[in-house]
């Protein structure tokens, strides 16, 4: 018999979802077993998932409620083991993979359609030991992202004006730097703005980054922008945010491949799926694992 588990990130969103998601829960009409686990730390989800995939004997279909962080933790956590099929419930700030199939990212919270839906493999990526499902960078959108905390403590700014806030830091503080870059082995050392290896299609809370992503044709498509100045990356960001990159001319290079390994002079920002980690080395390729991935009854990949 099937069983589902529901791991609730609680810092994730504007509000408390414990009480609301375990009424639906509780609601459910099935003979099937469905249990709530709420999060205590950071990456607890994983222990979670891989804990309770041990102690069952059938399938065990892991709901990740959160936002693309808790979604990253229960891919990490379900990643090679056949018995786990894993979906989003989204109730996070940023819910970007989602965005990679058609309908609304909510057809995600008709739990009873999710119950009813099909099933379809999706690629991982891995950075460093790490997997991701959606989008890895490094560069300057890492850096904002590992900033954006500074400002979020600051009275009175929301998420959205502390990454402008983050923005603005980062970019007065330089907008390229100097990494060796291989791809596919291809050699490409030069200073850069940007690299990323895109598995999805939008990041950072609606970036349109990579429009020519497929979820699942075991490729990468990475996106490598050269430096550009202060005064240039404001139209940079503004054609990158729509996913019109083709349109930046020689500053961008974009190649479908297998592998991109980035080598820095000292420890870097890195983002996983919107989580940020560091190392002087970041290497992102197509993982060998996929994942079972539980669309609403109805929902197709876009």
Known sequence: MRKHLF????????RDNVRELRQRIDALETEEQAILIVTEHPCHAIDIVR???????????AYACGGDGTLNEVINGAAGLSNVHVTHYPCGTGNDFLKCFDGKVSDFLDISALMRGETMDIDLYSVNGRYGINIGSVGLDSRVGAEVHRFKRWPLVNHKMAYNLSVLYNVAKGVGANYHVSIDGQLCNDSFTLLNACNGRYYGGGFYAMPDAVPNDGLLD???????????VAKVIGKYAKGRYHELGDIVTYIRGKKLEVVADKPMPINLDGEIVRARVATFAVAEEKIKFVMPEGVKLR
Request: proline content about 3%; cysteine-free.
């Open 51 to 61: 804990e309770q995939a041990v102690n069952h004997d059938g399938l065990l279909v």
């Open 7 to 14: 791991v609730l990130n609680p810092a994730a969103g504007k």
């Open 222 to 232: 990475f996106l490598i922008v050269k430096r550009v100045s202060r005064f240039g």
